[in-house]
């Protein structure tokens, strides 16, 4: 299962980092972008705050992974659906939108409050991939 975003920074990684530690007996995750962004810190810490450690993780370009044959992509922000390449075969790409963190954490006034941001679309994540693979089988692709 690949999950995309746009630059696979944040909410890409995220995902990846849930099902690599939620869903490992069920799961081969990958994450990537249709373009790279790098890490964003942010969501390193706060998955940190769980014990789910995404430090290693980097930014990779979807077409680093091109070799790879997915089941499912699953897309996790609106431009990566809207610009998603297309994967050959049996692949069944999937959108399920999550907010951006860096977004909404601009107009925070406190570093707490930026990291809230962060924080809730982590927990909106966790509840997705917490209900991999039976909640993909309701899901239509693009």
């Known amino acids: 299962m690949l999950f ?3 630059g696979n920074s944040c909410r890409s990684q995220m995902a990846e980092g849930w099902a690599r ?3 490992s007996d069920c799961i081969e995750a990958y994450s990537a972008g249709i373009e790279v962004h790098g890490l964003d810190p942010n969501a390193v810490r706060v998955m940190a705050e769980t014990s789910v450690d995404i430090c290693s993780h980097r930014s990779k370009h979807v077409n680093e992974l ?3 044959d ?3 992509v699953v897309t996790v922000c609106g431009h990566a659906n809207e610009n998603c390449p297309v ?6 790409v999937i959108h399920v939108g999550f907010e951006d963190p860096p ?3 601009e107009t925070a006034r406190r570093e707490n409050e930026a990291l809230d941001c962060y924080r809730r679309v982590r927990d ?3 509840a997705f991939v917490q209900a991999l693979p039976a909640s ?3 899901r239509k692709g693009h």
């Open 66 to 68: 091109k070799d790879t």
């Open 4 to 6: 995309l975003c746009t």
């Open 103 to 105: 977004k909404l954490a």
């Open 21 to 23: 530690h939620l869903k």
């Open 136 to 138: 993909l089988k309701n």
């Open 70 to 72: 997915f089941d499912y």
């Open 124 to 126: 909106q994540i966790r």
């Open 87 to 92: 994967f050959p075969g049996k692949t069944t």
